[in-house]
């Protein structure tokens, strides 16, 4: 079910690093110290979203990812774009916590 935009802004405030794009996207990027770091991050992006069967999009750009998402069925935001959201924030860390900090 799509979020209204007062339950948009609450989940917001419970994922570190996320920003709305028109209540109609969240959107985060995420620094590494290696461009290898960031490619490993994608690919455990990958599995989680193929796990979820929910995707974002993915923009590389040297040691910065970015990752968008929204729910295309339903118009919007869904909590299951925020499930994602915080699956993907626990993946940095481990990643960075694992292979060094983040810039």
């Given at each position: 079910?799509?979020?209204?935009?007062?339950?948009?802004?609450?989940?917001?405030?419970?994922?570190?690093?996320?920003?709305?794009?028109?209540?109609?996207?969240?959107?985060r990027k995420?620094?590494?110290?290696?461009?290898?770091?960031?490619?490993?991050?994608?690919?455990?992006?990958?599995?989680?979203?193929?796990?979820?069967?929910?995707?974002?999009?993915?923009?590389?750009?040297?040691?910065?990812?970015?990752?968008?998402?929204?729910?295309?069925h339903a118009?919007?935001?869904?909590?299951?774009?925020?499930?994602?959201?915080?699956?993907?924030?626990?993946?940095?860390?481990?990643?960075?916590?694992?292979?060094?900090?983040?810039?």
């Amino acid at each position: 079910m799509k979020l209204g935009n007062t339950d948009i802004d609450q989940k917001l405030a419970e994922v570190t690093g996320w920003t709305t794009d028109d209540h109609k996207w969240i959107v985060r990027k995420y620094r590494f110290t290696a461009f290898m770091q960031g490619i490993d991050f994608v690919n455990e992006v990958a599995r989680i979203s193929e796990a979820l069967n929910h995707h974002p999009m993915i923009a590389i750009d040297y040691k910065m990812v970015t990752l968008r998402l929204t729910s295309w069925h339903a118009g919007g935001l869904t909590d299951l774009d925020f499930e994602s959201a915080a699956k993907f924030d626990q993946a940095f860390t481990d990643i960075t916590t694992n292979s060094g900090s983040p810039d």
